[in-house]
């Protein structure tokens, strides 16, 4: 059984334990998952309550929710799981990870006139898509202006800089 | 008062390291092969059923002919010699005290320290790995990328790369890789359509998110390992691209030319080439386990031992053609543990008997210490009862310079000087 023979097998092993791990967790720890959820996301106006660093999965799951409004398929999350275990270097996985998210052709980003003609809900909205929450007076402040003074950023960069910014590591 | 205040000031060496380990290096590079899967002496060195391993031992003996028909074809040695004669040959090496199960043994190779089975197979392991020495005691601007444990396989192994030792831990963690499960077709999906950032995008992003740092005090994110510096990410970043890129294009695909015959051994200790070549790292580990089929299929085991040595062959054939790492490295092999003397009632398609692993006998290996004609004695083989696993971390210590620098009740085992010059 060489290289290739030998993954799929073990791909239909991870694949099993996977829906058993998906079937657990569904059943014994919905109340913690339910944050995926795109409809019963909390929205609050601080972030002093946030102090739970995401593990792995909740990481790749929260950010592929916040990007495409809906949960990552049980494929995606097995093969997600394979990646963060066969790289030493979580963090670069999840680098990694943003990056191919934000560069799928599925995904939909708004553009920059839609982003000009108003900064200042593009900004709350980006609050809330990923910290769930809204900006502070000054970040939005500070967000606008640095919107407005650098035109040519794109939404995707945007998207990255709050997706691997300190606060999207934690609940 | 001058001298002390001399010794407390940090001094940037030359080669970026902060401190300098206080030992001599013997080479400067050190690639530690673990034959795993259990391998018996009696298969190996005393070449039971012929020399199944001609690209480490000498000898022509032939093969068994009634396992002929289970073996696969597999390219003449890549090497013009045998690598015993490249080095020091132990042939009565000892796995040593602990129970020899293949983590245990996995173990007690990296970690220089005698384990049983209370380990636990999935957290870090308790005793500080050899990668942990290495780093703490050669602290560099790029050691992250300097130490390599390339398993093939997750499991288990990814707790080999640190311990939890509160004098070492994470940040001296191994870059742990195991590129068979990474580079499957599919499984890295979710890493290759990366988007690259040119530099006026990625100073737009670094000037937001340094904004969006300073207002998140709940806690700062250092990393979950902080194995890599900023700058060794973006290296590692661009390899693990082309390697995706590589298997998308099936550059990756029977890269040795051996067909078929190519298992997943070769294909781990290849994609350890691939990093050596790439990073020409300081300590690599990589391990071999196909021969673990042993339990169940004899003839398959020796069909496998075939692979994993002409892989080793491959392996120290690619570090004498890595400029930096050639004529600078020293490549010790050895299994894990070895087998059974007594086969178990499971009977292979060649009449054959397995092989489990736990009694005496599978603590009797050997190991092999290879190297520049300088540094390590040539063509010696060591026929009498000597070292032990628990001798080939504090002999990678010494070979670069930091033995004398870990605190001596970390380890019990003393260095193979017996293979140096």
Redesign the interface.
């Known amino acids: ?4 023979e ?2 799929k097998t ?2 239909l092993k991870v694949s099993t334990l996977l829906l058993c791990v998906l079937l657990m967790t569904t059943s014994s720890c919905k109340k913690d998952l339910s944050i995926y959820e795109i409809n019963e996301v909390h929205v609050s106006n601080s ?5 739970g ?1 995401k593990k792995d999965i909740e990481f ?1 799951s929260q950010a592929y929710s916040d990007l495409f409004e809906k949960p990552i398929s049980g494929g ?1 999350l097995e ?2 799981i ?2 963060f ?9 999840r ?3 943003i ?2 998210l ?3 052709s599925t995904l939909s980003l708004p553009d920059r006139t839609t982003i000009n003609a108003d900064v200042d809900l593009f900004v709350n909205k980006t609050y809330k898509k990923f910290y769930k929450r809204l900006p ?1 007076p000054f ?1 939005l402040f ?2 606008r202006n ?1 919107i407005i003074q ?1 035109q ?2 794109q939404a ?3 998207y ?3 997706m ?4 999207y ?2 609940f | 008062m001058a001298a002390a205040a001399t010794f407390a000031l940090p001094y940037i060496l030359p080669t970026g390291r902060l401190f300098a380990a206080t030992g001599n290096r013997v080479v400067n590079h050190v690639v530690f092969c673990l034959l795993a899967g259990g391998v018996r002496n009696l298969e190996s060195i005393q070449k039971s059923e012929g020399n199944l391993m001609p690209s480490l031992f000498n000898g022509t003996e032939p093969i068994s002919n009634d396992i002929l028909g289970g073996l696969d074809a597999l390219p003449n040695p890549v090497n013009n010699q045998a690598l015993q004669n490249y080095g020091t040959l132990f042939k009565e090496f000892r796995y040593g005290a602990g129970f020899p199960g293949h983590f245990q043994g996995h173990t007690t190779a990296i970690t220089g320290s005698v384990v049983n089975n209370d380990i636990s197979f999935n957290q870090p392991t308790q005793k500080p790995t050899v990668f942990e020495f290495y780093r703490k005691h050669n602290l560099s601007s790029n050691s992250g990328l300097n130490a390599w444990w390339v398993s093939n396989g997750i499991g288990e192994n990814q707790n080999l790369s640190y311990s939890s030792d509160p004098s070492y831990g994470a940040k001296y963690s191994a870059n742990f890789f195991s590129p068979l499960d990474l580079l499957v077709d599919g499984n890295y999906t979710p890493l290759d359509l990366c988007v690259s950032f040119n530099q006026n995008e990625m100073s737009r992003v670094d000037q937001m998110r340094s904004f969006l740092n300073q207002n998140f005090n709940a806690g700062v994110h250092q990393g979950q390992l902080n194995i890599n510096t900023a700058s060794d990410r973006e290296q590692m970043d661009a390899f693990i691209t082309k390697l995706i890129k590589d298997q998308k294009n099936g550059i990756n695909r029977d890269p040795w030319n051996c067909g078929s015959s190519m298992n997943n051994d070769m294909y781990n200790i290849y994609f350890a080439e691939r990093i050596i070549k790439q990073f020409k790292p300081e300590l690599l580990v990589v391990n071999m386990t196909d021969i673990d089929i042993c339990h169940n299929n004899y003839t398959k085991s020796c069909n496998n031992m075939r692979k994993a040595d002409y892989a080793v062959g491959h392996l120290w054939n690619t570090i004498q053609n890595t400029p930096g790492m050639a004529n600078d490295t020293i490549l010790i092999v050895a299994p894990e543990h070895g087998r059974d003397i007594q086969s178990n009632s499971i009977i292979d398609s060649f009449g054959r008997y397995g092989n489990d692993h736990g009694d005496a006998n599978s603590k009797n290996i050997f190991c092999l210490i290879a190297g520049p004609p300088s540094k390590v004695v040539q063509n010696q083989v060591v026929q009498s009862v000597t070292g032990q696993s628990i001798d080939i971390v504090p002999t990678i210590a010494h070979i670069l310079g930091f033995k004398n620098d870990i605190p001596s009740h970390y380890l019990s085992g003393t260095p193979l000087t017996q293979a140096l010059v």
């Not at chain 1, 059984?1 to 290739?4: E, I, K, T």
């Not at chain 1, 972030?47 to 102090?51: A, G, Q, R, S, W």
């Not at chain 1, 691997?164 to 606060?167: D, H, K, L, R, V």
């Open positions: 059984m060489n290289f290739w030998y993954n073990i791909a972030n002093i309550d946030k102090n660093l790749v995606a093969e997600a394979i990646a275990n066969a790289i030493g270097d979580r963090d670069l996985v680098d990694m990870m990056r191919d934000l560069n799928k502070a970040e500070s967000l640095m650098n040519d950023m995707k960069e945007i990255y800089a709050f691997t910014a300190n606060e590591n934690y």
